[in-house]
């Protein structure tokens, strides 16, 4: 098993005063050689928009995008025609292939929308773009895992990303301990504590800590205290 921490506070930061973001991966202004990508995983950024702000109309191709909101909502416009509202609970998926222009705002005007921004690398370029979001049953996760992404072709609940890739999300309460069985033992595990404190292979892990491993068919983890952790498991190449 190999395993690299990745602390929040020693994530890239920009306050533009309408957006507050944290950038686990090299992103915008924030550049560190070390931390470009792990495996397919492009970029975690952590996004705060102040209300009635966003970002206007821009390009995306030949990336797998994936929005998740954990406070408030955010909307969605593209040139595919899509017009959508992505609220608290909700995963939105944006197959970026040969190429698509997509602009996203608060959708409130006066509270902030709170969302991590997560790109990865497709396992094939150049497709039709494409778009998906769903709502999850948050109780369907508790001291459990809820697959909220997955490849095209399985049959998990999942919106469905154009990579061998699984996202999985868990309210842990306090003293209670979780497994997770890779699906591809070739796979990684990218592990992103969005509340509390949890162990995962014996190191503490708190609050937007993260923790890449690799070389693992399974990983243990244990919450000291009530926990949120969205899990990304993505193939790995140099």
Do not use: C
């Amino acid at each position: 098993m190999k395993t690299t921490l990745y602390r929040a506070k020693d994530r890239g930061h920009a306050n533009h005063g309408w957006l507050d973001t944290y950038h686990t991966f090299s992103f915008a202004g924030y550049y560190n050689p070390d931390r470009i990508h792990f495996g397919a995983l492009r970029v975690l950024n952590d996004d705060t928009v102040a209300g009635g702000m966003g970002f206007g109309t821009h390009p995306h191709d030949n990336m797998e995008i994936i929005s998740i909101p954990l406070e408030g909502s955010l909307e969605h416009r593209d040139n595919m025609g899509n017009v959508a509202v992505i609220k608290e609970g909700e995963v939105q998926i944006m197959s970026a292939g040969t190429g698509v222009q997509h602009s996203e705002k608060n959708h409130s005007n006066s509270a902030a929308v709170k969302f991590l921004q997560i790109w990865v690398f497709p396992e094939e370029k150049s497709l039709t773009p494409r778009y998906e979001q769903k709502l999850f049953d948050k109780s369907k996760r508790v001291n459990k895992w809820q697959t909220v992404v997955s490849p095209m072709d399985s049959l998990d609940e999942g919106v469905k990303i154009n990579q061998n890739s699984w996202f999985s999300l868990t309210n842990l309460k306090a003293g209670q301990g979780l497994n997770y069985t890779l699906n591809d033992a070739k796979n990684g595990v990218f592990a992103f504590v969005l509340s509390g404190e949890t162990t995962l292979e014996n190191e503490t892990l708190g609050h937007r800590d993260a923790m890449g491993i690799s070389e693992a068919k399974e990983l243990n983890l244990k919450a000291n205290q009530d926990s949120e952790l969205l899990l990304m498991e993505v193939p790995m190449f140099a």
